[in-house]
T-cell receptor, first 114, second 117 residues
Framework: KAGVTQTPRYLIKTRGQQVTLSCSPISGHRSVSWYQQTPGQGLQFLFEYFSETQRNKGNFPGRFSGRQFSNSRSEMNVSTLELGDSALYLC?????????????FGQGTRLTVV | AQSVTQLGSHVSVSEGALVLLRCNYSSSVPPYLFWYVQYPNQGLQLLLKYTSAATLVKGINGFEAEFKKSETSFHLTKPSAHMSDAAEYFCAVTGNAGGTSYGKLTFGQGTILTVHP
């Protein structure tokens, strides 16, 4: 069974540009979550999508947005990039059940803003 | 609201020694707790999880953790450290209120484990 796939693995963008990151979840998983990881702030929750609907949202500015498609694949977009957006962006998928579940993470996309 | 505190941002042990990584949580609902490991430039790999079944949870690579409600703790241990255990470890919590919070993990700040020969 294929794991969570994130593309691209590395990105370099210029301040003011926008960027789109992609995440393909494990087959059958309908929940996709996004996290930002930085040395200073650690791992922070961005948002979660379930069945194409945003179910939870973290405390990030509106420049950060996402969406989920009918095949559960998800994208996140960051507009008007700032230097502080440089981070490792991690995507996780899960399959909620009443018994509890774990999130499976992708390798991440390393975004560098210059 | 939920939160996680990992005591000690760096832990150093000798190969063969006991590994103990501390995690305390705060949750307004019965929590689900997880330990993840991250190797450089990699994503997170699940070591083990607590989901209100047995309080002593065994995970991969010889790790285990004990859920202690009275102490709101979920410390990670391994009897004998191996060089390959050197990595960063994260404790995380999520709520189980009707199953709507599984996708939102709150992480601790992480503990970097160094293993000396």
């Amino acid at each position: 069974k294929a794991g969570v796939t994130q593309t691209p693995r590395y990105l370099i963008k210029t301040r003011g540009q926008q960027v789109t990151l992609s995440c393909s979840p494990i087959s059958g998983h309908r929940s996709v979550s996004w996290y930002q990881q930085t040395p200073g702030q650690g791992l922070q929750f961005l948002f979660e999508y379930f069945s194409e609907t945003q179910r939870n949202k973290g405390n990030f500015p509106g420049r950060f947005s996402g969406r989920q498609f009918s095949n559960s694949r998800s994208e996140m977009n960051v507009s008007t990039l700032e230097l502080g957006d440089s981070a490792l962006y991690l995507c996780a998928s899960s399959s909620p059940t009443l018994g509890g579940t774990e999130a499976f993470f992708g390798q991440g996309t390393r975004l560098t803003v210059v | 609201a939920q939160s996680v505190t990992q005591l000690g941002s760096h832990v150093s042990v000798s190969e063969g020694a006991l590994v103990l990584l501390r995690c305390n949580y705060s949750s307004s609902v019965p929590p689900y707790l997880f330990w993840y490991v991250q190797y450089p430039n990699q994503g997170l790999q699940l070591l083990l999880k607590y989901t209100s079944a047995a309080t002593l949870v065994k995970g991969i690579n010889g790790f285990e953790a004990e859920f202690k409600k009275s102490e709101t703790s979920f410390h990670l241990t391994k009897p004998s450290a191996h060089m390959s255990d050197a990595a960063e470890y994260f404790c995380a919590v999520t709520g189980n209120a009707g199953g709507t919070s599984y996708g939102k993990l709150t992480f601790g700040q992480g503990t970097i484990l160094t293993v000396h020969p």
